[in-house]
């Protein structure tokens, strides 16, 4: 079974300009979420899909941060304009069912930095 | 709302040592709790998960016993290896439903020889 997949996997941009994650979940999991590690800390979720719909966006700084979930499949998080506060790695990872407590699976990440 | 609060590392041990990183949540009810391991340069991995109380979840030698008198997981291993080397993150469920995780801030893991 393949597992979540994530591209990049490294990014380096300058603070203001814009940048693009993508994550492929595994097949069939119909939960997707994205989470923000910062150096040092333990992640946390920026916001998660349930199919192609949010179920929970409170995390993610929206003035900047976007997210949408294509067709119920991949997803593509994107940062416009980076701040040097938004280097971290960006996880994605997917479960089969979000209602219910459920093992997530998580991809490799991006690790973004932000000069 | 439910939290987690993990021991904070480094901690450095040499090879067959015995190894321990404690966990302490606040939950309403009796959520799961779970062990991530973050190897380097990669993604989370679930390590194990206990779903009630008093389970003991165990995978590659590492156990971790739910606990509610203490509200405690720690992890346990009795003879860790070089390839354990790693940071460790405790989780359990947001309070709310829809299998929301909060992580504690993790661990970091180093063996020697």
């Known amino acids: 079974e393949a597992g979540v997949a994530q591209s990049p996997r490294y990014k380096i941009i300058e603070k203001r300009q814009s940048v693009a994650f993508w994550c492929n979940p595994i097949s069939g999991h119909a939960t997707l979420y994205w989470y923000q590690q910062i150096l040092g800390q333990g992640p946390k979720l920026l916001i998660q899909f349930q199919n192609n719909g949010v179920v929970d966006d409170s995390q993610l700084p929206k003035d900047r941060f976007s997210a949408e979930r294509l067709k119920g499949v991949d997803s593509t998080l994107k940062i416009q304009p980076a701040k040097l506060e938004d280097s971290a790695v960006y996880l994605c990872?997917?479960?089969?069912?979000?209602?219910?407590?459920?093992?997530?699976?998580f991809g490799p990440g991006t690790r973004l930095t932000v000069l | 709302g439910n939290s987690v609060t993990q021991m904070e590392g480094p901690v450095t041990l040499s090879e067959e040592a015995f190894l321990t990183i404690n966990c302490t949540y606040t939950a309403t009810g009796y959520p799961s709790l779970f062990w991530y391991v973050q190897y380097p340069g990669e993604g989370l991995q679930l390590l194990l998960k206990?779903?009630?109380?008093?389970d003991k979840g165990s995978n590659k030698g590492f156990e971790a016993t739910y606990r509610k008198e203490t509200t405690s997981f720690h992890l346990e291993k009795g003879s860790v290896q070089v390839s354990d080397s790693a940071v460790y993150f405790c989780a359990l469920p947001l309070s709310g439903g829809y299998n929301k995780l909060i992580f504690g801030a993790g661990t970091r893991l180093a063996v020697h020889p």
């Open positions: 990872a997917s479960s089969l069912d979000g209602v219910h407590t459920d093992t997530q699976y």
């Open positions: 206990a779903t009630k109380a008093d």
